[in-house]
């Protein structure tokens, strides 16, 4: 077996691939805002008078809702985006906008730690404070070429988009470790439809009682541009380029530096550029001279804000223009499936064949990640125990691939699946031919006790050897295994000395335990885990001990991920997939925990 050394290059984690500018709650109270706003201001009725009913009508707006954290944080953050949309008070806005932040920090704490909240509070102050003259700034320069009302209308658009989305890009690749690069277009062309299903919507809700039959109807038809939105969201996130991965360590940190940097430069510039732009038209009189130069403190001033501007800018466009973390690439020969909260692992044996460890919770998850890595024929099927988020997608498996061999191993707690059989230690086989094809993997049951004290310990341990063209690398699939059975297996030396890849047992939970891991000594380490789920998985302390050893893939912040070996080296490649959230998420009965 070919040895994998441990500089093993690692990639960062994913998250979606199209990035809202700010929460669709928050957008929903500010187009409530506006559409009370020009009803009121077509009739020419009084700011205050329509500033009073903007807040009457939020008001109403979250007592129909629910007085729910995020529906009272959402409606504070969409009155403030309207006030400075539609009011020009950016400036007025922002110390309100502090304000109102500090207030329900203090009211809920826990929204301090909310990613929700965090992007709100940024997009919202990127929108009070540069939404404005950033519009005046593009509708002038559009003006040029396209007629007044389209210019307008395409420049407040793409002012509202982008400010709040430069505002958000910190925090967002804080959270996700990527840059989306189609997310301000992405809005764009969703934000025709968003009115559509905001105002219906709302009326609808007002109308649910007194008359639930034409609120019904008003609900059916909001559910067709609702039904856009997600068809421009799905065929978006499927462009090419769509993801890309940020850099780690100090280059990373560097360009997170020059962002916020560009960020501040570029507000400078354009509220210096709103207050000093000069009028349409100038009468001079006799002798009057130009405006002089600025002074040369200002004009260097001037040059720095765009030196920070032009950096941030370009180092950006750079990262967009390197291979994509979407891309899947040719050579892989390990695929880490997020199915949620389950395992599914594919180990390649053809071009279109591989090996299937676990089917995940859901059979949609199942199928969409053999799509996505193109795997059409599985050569053998192993279910390394009959827990459900384990399970759960083998209908799916089945339907499409037809397995060759199937495996499985329970202690009686599920119907075993027809046609196959429980091996037993020792047994081991063959799927692929790295010779015609250029994949091979071959498999050593190290251990399936269907007799075991419970489902978790019944689990297959099996130890894969993947062969490809570049060489070989070694697996080790452990299902749920827990501590003490694991132990018992190490004390009768059935585990090998090191392995190249460490299927992290029952999705990094505490009674795993660490002396497997310090055991094996795994070069990179997989831990197939749902997003926020219940259980509190992997475990911070399982998570600081499989660092120790090398790089850790997680499903939960990567998606589905896979494995090139390539000059001796396993590469992870994030393809950008990801399961969808509802899946595998809780179901206390299911296993996962």
């Given at each position: 077996?070919?040895?994998?050394?441990?500089?093993?290059?690692?990639?960062?984690?994913?998250?979606?691939?199209?990035?809202?500018?700010?929460?669709?709650?928050?957008?929903?109270?500010?187009?409530?805002?506006?559409?009370?706003?020009?009803?009121?201001?077509?009739?020419?009725?009084?700011?205050?008078?329509?500033?009073?009913?903007?807040?009457?009508?939020?008001?109403?707006?979250?007592?129909?809702?629910?007085?729910?954290?995020?529906?009272?944080?959402?409606?504070?953050?969409?009155?403030?985006?309207?006030?400075?949309?539609?009011?020009?008070?950016?400036?007025?806005?922002?110390?309100?906008?502090?304000?109102?932040?500090?207030?329900?920090?203090?009211?809920?704490?826990?929204?301090?730690?909310?990613?929700?909240?965090?992007?709100?509070?940024?997009?919202?102050?990127?929108?009070?404070?540069?939404?404005?003259?950033?519009?005046?700034?593009?509708?002038?320069?559009?003006?040029?070429?396209?007629?007044?009302?389209?210019?307008?209308?395409?420049?407040?658009?793409?002012?509202?988009?982008?400010?709040?989305?430069?505002?958000?890009?910190?925090?967002?690749?804080?959270?996700?470790?990527?840059?989306?690069?189609?997310?301000?277009?992405?809005?764009?062309?969703?934000?025709?439809?968003?009115?559509?299903?905001?105002?219906?919507?709302?009326?609808?809700?007002?109308?649910?009682?007194?008359?639930?039959?034409?609120?019904?109807?008003?609900?059916?038809?909001?559910?067709?541009?609702?039904?856009?939105?997600?068809?421009?969201?799905?065929?978006?996130?499927?462009?090419?380029?769509?993801?890309?991965?940020?850099?780690?360590?100090?280059?990373?940190?560097?360009?997170?530096?020059?962002?916020?940097?560009?960020?501040?430069?570029?507000?400078?510039?354009?509220?210096?550029?709103?207050?000093?732009?000069?009028?349409?038209?100038?009468?001079?009189?006799?002798?009057?001279?130009?405006?002089?130069?600025?002074?040369?403190?200002?004009?260097?001033?001037?040059?720095?804000?765009?030196?920070?501007?032009?950096?941030?800018?370009?180092?950006?466009?750079?990262?967009?223009?390197?291979?994509?973390?979407?891309?899947?690439?040719?050579?892989?020969?390990?695929?880490?499936?997020?199915?949620?909260?389950?395992?599914?692992?594919?180990?390649?044996?053809?071009?279109?064949?591989?090996?299937?460890?676990?089917?995940?919770?859901?059979?949609?998850?199942?199928?969409?990640?053999?799509?996505?890595?193109?795997?059409?024929?599985?050569?053998?099927?192993?279910?390394?125990?009959?827990?459900?988020?384990?399970?759960?997608?083998?209908?799916?498996?089945?339907?499409?691939?037809?397995?060759?061999?199937?495996?499985?191993?329970?202690?009686?707690?599920?119907?075993?699946?027809?046609?196959?059989?429980?091996?037993?230690?020792?047994?081991?086989?063959?799927?692929?031919?790295?010779?015609?094809?250029?994949?091979?993997?071959?498999?050593?049951?190290?251990?399936?006790?269907?007799?075991?004290?419970?489902?978790?310990?019944?689990?297959?341990?099996m130890l894969a050897t993947v062969r490809t063209a570049q060489g070989s690398y070694s697996v080790l699939l452990t299902g749920d295994m827990e501590e003490e059975a694991s132990a018992a297996l190490l004390e009768q030396g059935r585990y090998p000395e090191s392995v190249d890849v460490l299927k992290v047992a029952h999705h990094g939970a505490q009674n795993g335990g660490h002396e497997l891991v310090r055991a094996v000594d795994p070069v990179v380490s997989v831990v197939q885990v749902g997003r926020d789920n219940s259980y509190g998985h992997p475990h911070p302390s399982v998570v600081s001990e499989l660092e120790?050893?090398?790089?850790?893939?997680?499903?939960?912040?990567?998606?589905?991920?896979?494995?090139?070996?390539?000059?001796?080296?396993?590469?992870?490649?994030?393809?950008?997939?990801?399961?969808?959230?509802?899946?595998?998420?809780?179901?206390?009965?299911?296993?996962?925990?």
């Amino acid at each position: 077996m070919d040895a994998v050394p441990r500089d093993v290059a690692a990639s960062p984690g994913s998250e979606s691939l199209i990035y809202p500018q700010s929460n669709f709650s928050g957008a929903n109270c500010t187009l409530i805002a506006g559409a009370v706003t020009m009803a009121l201001r077509s009739f020419r009725v009084r700011r205050p008078v329509v500033l009073g009913a903007v807040l009457g009508v939020l008001l109403v707006f979250v007592i129909i809702v629910g007085l729910e954290p995020s529906v009272v944080r959402a409606a504070v953050m969409g009155a403030l985006g309207a006030w400075a949309v539609f009011f020009g008070r950016g400036r007025q806005a922002l110390p309100v906008l502090c304000l109102a932040g500090c207030l329900l920090m203090c009211w809920q704490p826990g929204l301090a730690t909310e990613p929700a909240f965090q992007l709100s509070l940024a997009a919202t102050a990127g929108i009070v404070l540069a939404a404005r003259p950033v519009e005046q700034w593009l509708t002038a320069a559009m003006g040029r070429w396209l007629p007044g009302p389209v210019a307008g209308v395409l420049g407040a658009a793409l002012a509202v988009s982008t400010t709040a989305q430069v505002a958000c890009q910190p925090l967002l690749v804080g959270m996700t470790g990527e840059l989306s690069a189609y997310a301000v277009p992405a809005n764009l062309i969703a934000a025709p439809l968003v009115p559509f299903i905001t105002v219906p919507g709302t009326v609808a809700a007002v109308l649910a009682v007194p008359w639930p039959g034409v609120a019904a109807a008003v609900f059916w038809l909001v559910g067709w541009p609702a039904a856009g939105i997600g068809w421009i969201a799905t065929t978006v996130s499927g462009w090419p380029g769509a993801l890309h991965a940020w850099p780690e360590g100090a280059l990373g940190v560097a360009m997170v530096v020059a962002h916020l940097a560009g960020a501040l430069a570029l507000l400078w510039l354009v509220l210096r550029w709103e207050r000093s732009r000069p009028a349409r038209v100038r009468i001079l009189g006799p002798g009057a001279k130009p405006p002089a130069r600025p002074p040369r403190r200002v004009r260097w001033m001037l040059a720095a804000a765009w030196t920070a501007v032009c950096a941030a800018a370009g180092s950006q466009l750079g990262l967009v223009a390197a291979p994509p973390s979407g891309t899947l690439p040719e050579d892989w020969s390990l695929a880490a499936c997020d199915v949620g909260q389950g395992d599914m692992l594919v180990l390649r044996t053809g071009d279109r064949s591989g090996m299937v460890v676990d089917t995940g919770p859901d059979p949609a998850a199942a199928r969409a990640c053999l799509d996505r890595i193109g795997v059409e024929r599985v050569d053998l099927l192993v279910l390394t125990h009959l827990h459900q988020d384990h399970v759960g997608g083998t209908e799916a498996v089945l339907d499409c691939c037809r397995p060759t061999e199937f495996l499985y191993s329970s202690r009686g707690e599920g119907a075993p699946p027809a046609g196959a059989r429980i091996p037993e230690a020792g047994d081991r086989g063959s799927v692929g031919d790295r010779a015609a094809q250029g994949w091979q993997v071959d498999w050593t049951v190290l251990a399936a006790d269907s007799e075991a004290s419970n489902e978790n310990d019944a689990s297959v341990q099996m130890l894969a050897t993947v062969r490809t063209a570049q060489g070989s690398y070694s697996v080790l699939l452990t299902g749920d295994m827990e501590e003490e059975a694991s132990a018992a297996l190490l004390e009768q030396g059935r585990y090998p000395e090191s392995v190249d890849v460490l299927k992290v047992a029952h999705h990094g939970a505490q009674n795993g335990g660490h002396e497997l891991v310090r055991a094996v000594d795994p070069v990179v380490s997989v831990v197939q885990v749902g997003r926020d789920n219940s259980y509190g998985h992997p475990h911070p302390s399982v998570v600081s001990e499989l660092e120790r050893h090398g790089p850790v893939v997680r499903t939960d912040q990567h998606g589905t991920t896979v494995l090139s070996l390539r000059e001796g080296r396993l590469v992870p490649t994030l393809t950008g997939s990801r399961a969808p959230e509802t899946v595998g998420r809780t179901g206390r009965g299911s296993g996962g925990g």
